[in-house]
């Protein structure tokens, strides 16, 4: 292989996403759109240079893509592709080699193809070499125009807005990414112009400057058309990340993990699934999760940022936020852990119950009701139902430790800094405002008054002891 440099387009605005978010930064599985030629360049092309062209929101796309191994240049005014590509000549003018070039909005591209391109390019020893694909529904990409014959040589693309209507017909579209050799590109550039519908500068025009210098023109075609579908729309977008998300969960599929109703499970790339996991419908698995093997996710279950070890069960409706569950918890049904909670091996979690900044110690028990919040709790504890740490006193958070083997009564108030010792058991409805030594009962309860012989009088007036 040539040395090899890639540029990627990015400075339009996405005037058909009809945002105020420039249209490469809008999400597909939680990641800008951008992260994804910019990761195929940088992790599987690895070329000299990746340089991104910017214009719109240059600075908001400079601070996602921080990597040091991305060189921005700016667009100021957006001109059309080819004007875009050449602005990089300032770093890629004396650059000998072979240049791909690939757009912001075609993020499923994937790298297998743009390196069989290359080759394809290099073996040929073409001056440009073009992805196309063939569209059912080739409406608004630009055509291929060839000559006669089968496979007759290409003669140069058309834009939908200058087509003819013949040749809106086409159905082998322009991709929109090409393998340019190096000293020819910039010289083409500057033979481009802008007498087109859009009055703009357009890249793929390239193609007739280099028939006319009698350089060789080739294409590529893609194995999938889907492979180089463009994002112009919002249904666009949310038609691409239906493919990734697609991709994402066969791949998971195919290391042994279940996923019932597929279509309805979303999980982004940076997650991991051990195998024999099984993930219920409408669960939202998200950011940098990694689940272990034979656990039982869903129905409808959030986890984000989280690390959930082996054989654990996530019931129904429950939220996870940047938390740690170790191996045989059960966690929910109706369950909300925050973050920086860390359930420990064989917990329970149960239904309405709020976890937050907190440990749960290994095999401890809270399974209804209740708010534990800065609290450091011990193994084998049991928290009754209604049980609420009172962490915060308007002004400040406090912890409450609760050590191995307490029992906390239902309805007991927790009121922080407070600490219960070991093996102590708190009586129900207790307010607990002082520290319970170890193996102790506190029970603050106004006593139980029994007046005999109570009975409701129908009518007015007012109840009665009887004598
Ligand atoms: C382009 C191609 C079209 C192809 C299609 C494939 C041109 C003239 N047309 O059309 O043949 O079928 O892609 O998706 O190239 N950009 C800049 N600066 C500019 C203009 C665009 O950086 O001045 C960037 C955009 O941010 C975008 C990319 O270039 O990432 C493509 O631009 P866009 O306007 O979407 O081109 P299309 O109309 O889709
Ligand atoms: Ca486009």
Avoid at 399 to 426: C, H, M, Q, Y
Wanted: aromatic residues 4%.
């Amino acid at each position: 292989m040539n040395k090899l440099a890639v540029i990627i387009l990015a400075a339009g605005k996405g005037k058909r996403m009809r945002s105020g978010v420039v249209k490469v930064l809008h999400p597909l599985l939680g990641r800008p759109m951008l992260s994804y030629p910019v990761e195929v360049s940088l992790e599987h092309l690895q070329p000299e240079k990746t340089v991104v062209v910017v214009g719109h929101q240059a600075e908001q796309i400079q601070n996602a893509f921080s990597d040091p191994r991305i060189t921005f240049v700016q667009q100021n005014e957006q001109l059309g592709t080819g004007h875009a590509v050449s602005m990089t000549e300032p770093v890629l003018g004396d650059f000998k080699g072979t240049i791909l070039i690939l757009c912001g909005d075609t993020p499923l591209i994937p790298a297998q193809t743009l390196l069989e391109m290359v080759k394809h390019h290099e073996d040929q020893k073409a001056a440009l070499t073009i992805l196309t694909a063939l569209r059912e529904d080739p409406t608004g990409y630009g055509r291929v125009v060839r000559g006669r014959g089968p496979a007759g040589k290409i003669h140069k693309v058309v834009e939908e807005k200058d087509a003819t209507n013949r040749e809106r017909e086409i159905k082998e579209v322009n991709a929109g990414l090409y393998c340019v050799q190096a000293p020819f590109l910039f010289q083409a550039l500057g033979r481009l112009r802008s007498n087109n519908a859009q009055k703009e500068y357009y890249l793929p025009d390239i193609i007739e400057v280099a028939l006319r210098k009698k350089k060789k023109v080739e294409s590529f075609p893609a194995p999938d058309p889907v492979q180089i579908m463009g994002i112009n729309t919002r249904a666009e977008l949310a038609q691409a990340e239906g493919v990734l998300a697609e991709r994402v969960r066969q791949q998971w599929m195919a290391e042994g993990v279940t996923i019932q109703d597929t279509t309805s499970v979303y999980i982004e790339p940076s997650v991991h699934i051990g195998g024999d996991t099984v993930i219920y419908p409408n669960c939202y698995l998200r950011g940098e999760t990694s689940i272990g093997t034979n656990c039982r996710i869903g129905p409808q279950v959030e986890v984000c940022d989280s690390q959930i070890g082996n054989g654990v069960q996530i019931r129904f409706c429950t939220m996870i936020t940047e938390s740690r569950i170790a191996d045989d918890a059960i966690v929910g049904p109706f369950s909300h852990l925050r973050p920086h909670s860390h359930v420990e091996k064989g917990a329970k979690i149960g239904n309405f119950v709020e976890v937050k900044k907190s440990r749960i110690g290994p095999g401890t028990k809270a399974n209804h009701l209740a708010y534990i919040g800065d609290s450091d709790v011990g193994s084998g504890v049991n928290i009754g139902a209604g049980t609420i740490t009172c962490n915060y006193d308007g002004f400040r958070k406090h912890r409450t430790i609760i050590e191995d083997g307490v029992f906390v009564g239902s309805n007991t108030a927790l009121v922080a800094p407070v600490k219960v010792g070991k093996e102590a058991v708190v009586g129900a409805g207790t307010i607990v405002t002082k520290d319970v030594p170890p193996h102790a009962l506190a029970v603050s309860r106004a006593r139980q008054k029994m007046i005999k012989k109570w009975v409701m009088k129908k009518g007015k007036g007012r109840n009665k002891e009887r004598g």
